[in-house]
């Protein structure tokens, strides 16, 4: 599990130095370093970015990162199999489909890009087969975190507004 972590915050801080040198372009990037470190059971990301600035020739600012495990989605699945998002991106609303082998009450959460909350839907006590929920999403352009709570199971899948 710790490894997942590791690999998708170090695939997600590659992305942002590499849309921050898109914009910047006078940086570039030297290297990085990520540790996992553990506080009263609850699980941290840091580390710290290294750069270049070219213009001025000497080291750019280090950029220093931490990142807390959110356990509201702890035991979330990435599963797109089983939550299908269209279209996707989106602009004003989107489809959520999926479906349940039993009657379940099920719970739709939206988690914005920080891990934090953004929306709750409780859709209720649903039967078995195939359900299609249309999501308007009053949010800003950006990445999202569909999940989907049936009982003790949650399986998630992202979602870009547009």
Known sequence: MKQKMI???VMLLFCGVIAAQNENENQEFLDA???IRENDSISYLVGNIRQYDIKRKEPGKPLYISVQKNKTAQNADQNSEF???????FEDDINILFSLESEQNVTLLVYGANGLLFDRQNLGLLPVGQHNYLLAL???KGQYQIVVQTGDKNNSNLIIKK
């Open 7 to 9: 690999v998708f915050f």
């Open 83 to 89: 939550i299908i998002a269209y279209s996707n991106p």
């Open 33 to 35: 370093q990520f540790l």
């Open 138 to 140: 009053a949010a800003q």
